[in-house]
């Protein structure tokens, strides 16, 4: 009898498809559960700043190319109470400032500022100092003013308790007057700043029957202190200005005919008058602001513009402003 053979076919393909694949899902499942546990365990021992930055830095943020909504003026934000509003959790920001970068010119302009406030403190303490050290001068300290201005220093010399700088209703100058005047020049006359000069009266009617006034008194006193300025050793050229200004600038406006509208004061003209130039103006700082022998001493110490806008070499003038 023959032998008989029974084959028995296994279909291997739906039982190897599930035969270890399952492994690797629950090792992923597992892994995931482990990493999930660890996060909520960070957030458990994570402090309140902490979540915030967190917070912030996954916070979304978009431009938008529109021209209304955040993309518009306003950014986002609304003038009312209802609208658009920037949300208070997003990423903080860090504005500043930062200054504009000055031109050459500017930087010279500054300098010289600086420069120019430093000689008036300088002036201002001198001139003190020579009136206290003075026998003859310490009663009159209380008739000095010194104060700086966006004109420049002022130097007001006006009358107090009594003591007055001109007689009454005369531009002859008293003696305690030109003293005073004196250690004036002793201040300023090694500044390079023109010079103006205004007269001041106070509001008491003054009138004779030549017509003379106010305005013709308060010039004649200002051209009287132009003189003695001169006199005492003042260049001629530094005077811009000599004008008489009657009671219409009163030093104390509230009390118009008060003795110490009278006054003259004496103002160094800020960014005026001739100086050399500072060595880190020029390009060859190295040569110690020396002329070169193709520029000439003109070109390297050039005149910088007055106060008004005109050279500096000007004749000097006077004006009587009329009544208005």
């Known amino acids: 009898m023959p032998d008989i053979v029974i084959k028995k076919v296994k279909k291997g393909g739906h039982g190897g498809h599930h ?17 999930f546990f660890l996060l909520l365990w960070l957030l458990s021992s994570a402090t309140e700043e902490q979540l915030q930055g967190i917070s912030n830095y996954f916070t979304p943020e978009t431009i938008s190319q529109s021209e209304s909504g955040s993309g518009g003026i306003l950014g986002g934000q609304s003038l009312a ?40 403190k300088e002036a201002e303490e001198q001139l003190r100092k020579a009136i206290e050290s003075s026998p003859d001068l310490q009663e009159l300290a209380k008739n000095i003013r010194i104060e700086e201005t966006d004109e420049g220093l002022r130097i007001q010399i006006l009358d107090e308790d009594g003591t007055a700088m001109f007689p009454s209703g005369s531009a002859v100058m008293a003696e305690h007057t030109k ?37 013709e008194l308060s010039s004649d006193r200002a051209l009287a202190t132009r003189r003695e300025l001169e006199t005492q050793g003042l260049a001629t050229g530094r005077f811009a200005k ?21 006054r003259i004061s004496i103002t160094l003209l800020r960014g005026t008058g001739e100086r050399p130039a500072l060595d880190d103006q020029t390009p060859d700082a190295g040569t110690s602001g020396s002329p070169s022998p ?10 910088p513009p007055s106060g008004n806008g005109s050279p500096t070499n000007r004749r000097p003038s006077f004006s009587v402003p009329t009544n208005r």
């Open 242 to 262: 000599v004008a008489g200004l009657a009671d219409t600038d009163p030093l104390i406006p509230e009390t118009p005919e008060n003795e110490r509208n009278r």
């Open 81 to 120: 109470e209802q609208g658009s509003l920037r949300s208070e959790m997003g990423a903080p920001t860090v504005s500043m400032d930062i200054p504009p970068v000055k031109t050459p010119e500017e930087i010279a302009e500054q300098r010289l500022a600086e420069q120019e406030d430093k000689e008036f």
């Open 294 to 303: 193709e520029t000439g001493s003109d070109a390297e110490s050039p005149t």
């Open 179 to 215: 003293l005073l005047l004196s250690k004036v020049v002793e201040a300023i006359k090694g500044m390079p700043q023109d010079i103006s000069i205004e007269g001041h009266t106070d509001a008491v009617p003054f009138t004779t029957i030549t017509g003379y006034s106010n305005w």
């Open 19 to 35: 035969g270890g694949s399952w492994k690797v899902a629950y090792a992923d499942f597992v892994t995931a559960m482990m990493a």
